[in-house]
């Protein structure tokens, strides 16, 4: 008997130090377990950081091009005023010009008393006239409705 409770004795110490083993690998694995997850946090927290600072170049860097179309946009607009104003002034130009020829054929006919051709040339002049007004105001009348359309379509 006494052999047995010496066998009984050291069974007991064997399953305490396993038991101990056991423990000392499961706190080291829990440890390791708890490395792990920091080491996951601090990828995770430097990867939202580098979102962040990700987003914030691209918001600085859409705002820069904001700006810069801006003061694009702005320069297009006065290029084409500018454009406006010197097809008005050739437009303008073109007419003068044909209406001084036409004062000049029209007192030459006075001149030569051909009151007949006159009249015809005043009668097509005033229906050349007519038609080019009537067209202008077409096609500004169809500019509108047609912008008009658009402002109602957005």
Do not use: W
């Not at 004795?9 to 490395?35: A, G, H, P, T, W």
């Amino acid at each position: 008997m006494p052999n047995r409770n010496i066998e009984q004795s050291v069974n007991k110490n064997d399953n305490v130090i396993r038991d101990r083993v056991i423990l000392q690998e499961l706190i080291q694995l829990q440890k390791e377990d708890l490395s792990v997850r920091k080491q996951k946090a601090e990828n995770e927290k430097f990867s939202i950081e580098a979102k962040a600072n990700n987003e914030k170049a691209n918001i600085e860097a859409q705002k820069d091009v904001a700006i810069v179309s801006i003061k694009t946009n702005s320069d297009i607009e006065r290029q084409r005023i500018q454009d406006r104003k010197e097809e008005r002034k050739s437009k303008n130009r073109t007419i003068i010009v044909i209406s001084v020829l036409i004062t000049i054929v029209l007192l030459v006919c006075v001149l030569l008393k051909e009151s007949e051709a006159a009249f015809e040339i005043i009668k097509y002049v005033g229906l050349v006239g007519l038609a080019y007004f009537a067209g202008f105001n077409h096609g500004k009348n169809k500019y509108i409705r047609q912008a008009q359309k658009d402002v109602d379509e957005d």
